[in-house]
């Protein structure tokens, strides 16, 4: 009895106390793992210094069902207890996949497949705006199917949510017109205290019958989610190009959004300022000027062109 105490005292004393590591270091724990592979890994990284005390100290315990996959840091010296108890909280290291406002689908399943945490092949390429531009964190190992699945569900949550908001005057005929317009504005404009203003143009022209004229319209059309090549100038022929999505000559919304619209679109969208505004024009610091007769949009046209040429004078002189 005074052996298996001894016994039962020292392995305590190896759970309990500190552990042989001496640099940081991390781990990680696949899924689906039994205790024994668990400890027979931490020992193998030299995290822990006896994988049978573990696995014994572990099932004492009552934690043997209870240890979470991901990847894990550990300070030098973290006793076996510490390691248990940051594996069953599930206190894993996290990364993040960040998806800009306004990427298309295509490009957003250019990042997962390249997010190297990420595990697994990609899923089928998901509609034209149906995922939620956003920061997402996720544990080492997570399939790319799981996080495009989160990213579409937190999409039609918000969707939903500011639709069940809007304002029922606005002239969308139902939710998928409402994510196209939304997409419009997003793309338009960068900065989210104009997306009510664009919006309000756009909305402006529907009820009008006016075409809605929007270069991303027509690009997308061109280019499609891949987008245009950032060295390729925009040239007439995709301002003239004869596809569905060119609202310089359909009349109305394209057949379905161009992008993938954040909240900032979204709710620009579903209440809109009021404005009589009709035209807007870059005015060359990343912003627009909104005007509401077209005389006055051409003489902002004329202010932003000066600019431009302007600009390239001012470029020459400093190559010189």
Same mark, same amino acid.
């Given at each position: 009895?005074?052996?298996a105490?001894?016994?039962?005292?020292?392995?305590?004393s190896?759970f /309990?106390g500190?552990?042989?590591l001496?640099? #940081?270091?991390?781990?990680?724990? =696949?899924r689906?793992?039994? @205790? +024994?592979?668990?400890a027979?890994?931490?020992e193998?990284?030299?995290?822990?210094?006896?994988?049978?005390?573990f696995?014994y100290?572990?099932?004492?315990a009552g934690?043997?069902?209870t240890?979470?996959?991901? #990847?894990?840091?550990?300070?030098? !010296?973290?006793?076996?207890?510490?390691?248990?108890?940051?594996?069953r909280?599930g206190?894993?290291?996290?990364?993040?996949?960040s998806?800009?406002?306004?990427? %298309?689908?295509?490009?957003?399943?250019?990042r997962i497949?390249?997010a190297?945490?990420?595990?697994?092949?990609?899923?089928d390429?998901?509609? /034209?705006? %149906?995922?939620?531009?956003? %920061?997402?964190l996720? +544990?080492?190992?997570?399939?790319?199917? /799981?996080?495009?699945?989160?990213? $579409?569900?937190?999409?039609?949550?918000?969707?939903?949510?500011?639709?069940? +908001?809007?304002?029922?005057?606005?002239?969308?005929?139902?939710?998928? &017109?409402?994510?196209?317009?939304?997409?419009?504005?997003?793309?338009?404009t960068g900065?989210?205290?104009?997306?009510?203003?664009?919006?309000s143009?756009?909305?402006n022209?529907?009820?009008?019958?006016?075409?809605?004229?929007?270069? =991303?319209t027509?690009?997308? !059309? @061109?280019?499609? !989610?891949?987008?245009?090549?950032?060295?390729?100038?925009?040239?007439q022929?995709?301002?003239?190009?004869?596809?569905?999505?060119?609202?310089? $000559?359909? $009349?109305g919304?394209?057949?379905?959004?161009i992008?993938? =619209?954040?909240?900032?679109?979204?709710?620009?969208?579903?209440? =809109?300022? &009021?404005?009589?505004?009709?035209?807007f024009?870059?005015?060359?610091?990343?912003?627009?000027?909104?005007?509401s007769?077209?005389?006055?949009?051409?003489?902002?046209?004329?202010?932003?062109?000066?600019?431009?040429r +302007?600009?390239?004078?001012?470029?020459?002189?400093?190559?010189?």
């Amino acid at each position: 009895m005074l052996g298996a105490g001894a016994v039962v005292y020292w392995g305590n004393s190896q759970f /309990e106390g500190q552990g042989p590591l001496r640099e #940081e270091t991390t781990y990680v724990v =696949p899924r689906n793992t039994s @205790v +024994q592979t668990i400890a027979s890994g931490l020992e193998r990284e030299g995290i822990i210094s006896d994988a049978q005390i573990f696995e014994y100290g572990v099932r004492f315990a009552g934690a043997g069902g209870t240890l979470k996959a991901g #990847e894990y840091g550990f300070a030098p !010296g973290t006793s076996m207890r510490q390691v248990m108890e940051k594996l069953r909280a599930g206190a894993s290291i996290t990364h993040s996949v960040s998806v800009p406002e306004g990427w %298309t689908v295509e490009k957003v399943y250019e990042r997962i497949a390249e997010a190297e945490v990420l595990t697994g092949e990609m899923p089928d390429m998901l509609p /034209e705006g %149906t995922l939620r531009p956003d %920061t997402y964190l996720v +544990q080492r190992g997570v399939t790319r199917e /799981e996080l495009v699945q989160r990213m $579409k569900e937190a999409q039609d949550n918000l969707v939903a949510e500011i639709w069940a +908001q809007r304002d029922p005057d606005i002239p969308v005929k139902d939710v998928g &017109e409402f994510i196209t317009l939304a997409s419009i504005v997003e793309r338009e404009t960068g900065i989210a205290s104009e997306r009510p203003h664009v919006a309000s143009v756009f909305i402006n022209r529907l009820n009008k019958g006016m075409r809605l004229q929007s270069d =991303p319209t027509f690009l997308y !059309g @061109v280019y499609g !989610g891949a987008g245009k090549p950032s060295d390729r100038p925009v040239t007439q022929s995709d301002i003239d190009s004869d596809t569905p999505y060119n609202t310089y $000559k359909i $009349k109305g919304l394209p057949p379905g959004p161009i992008a993938n =619209p954040g909240r900032a679109a979204l709710e620009a969208v579903a209440n =809109p300022i &009021e404005t009589d505004d009709f035209y807007f024009v870059a005015d060359g610091t990343g912003g627009h000027v909104f005007s509401s007769t077209l005389d006055e949009h051409n003489r902002n046209v004329q202010k932003y062109r000066a600019f431009e040429r +302007q600009q390239r004078l001012d470029a020459a002189e400093a190559a010189d």
